[in-house]
């Protein structure tokens, strides 16, 4: 009998702090582990802004998937967090 393997799993903490409708713009922090970033989200353009570029492309997938499924649940000062399935 084999036995599955659980995939790694790291949370990833995102902070709102910047919300415009009207730009169709969100602002942000998020953390995951020992990385930290800010990020800007033109939904209206689809473009997605990641600083430090330090680990970045590790969360650029799963911050963006984040952003896109609960846009128009995201408020400037809440916080939300999101799994990711990867050991960052």
């Known amino acids: 009998m ?6 790694p799993e790291t949370t990833a ?5 910047y919300q415009s409708w ?3 713009r969100l602002e ?9 970033w800010q990020f800007q989200w033109q939904f209206s353009k689809g ?3 990641i600083e430090p570029s330090l680990g970045r ?3 650029r997938e799963p911050l963006g998937r984040f952003l ?3 846009d128009y649940q995201l408020e400037a000062g809440g916080d939300y967090s ?4 990867a050991k960052l």
Do not use: C, M, P
Not at 13 to 17: A, F, M, P
């Open 68 to 70: 896109e499924q609960f």
């Open 28 to 36: 942000g922090e998020v953390r995951a582990n020992d990385y930290e």
């Open 82 to 85: 999101f799994v990711i399935r």
């Open 2 to 7: 084999t036995r599955k393997r659980s995939l």
């Open 13 to 17: 903490y995102v902070r709102i702090t």
């Open 47 to 49: 473009g997605l802004t």
């Open 57 to 59: 492309a590790l969360i």
């Open 22 to 24: 009207k730009l169709g």
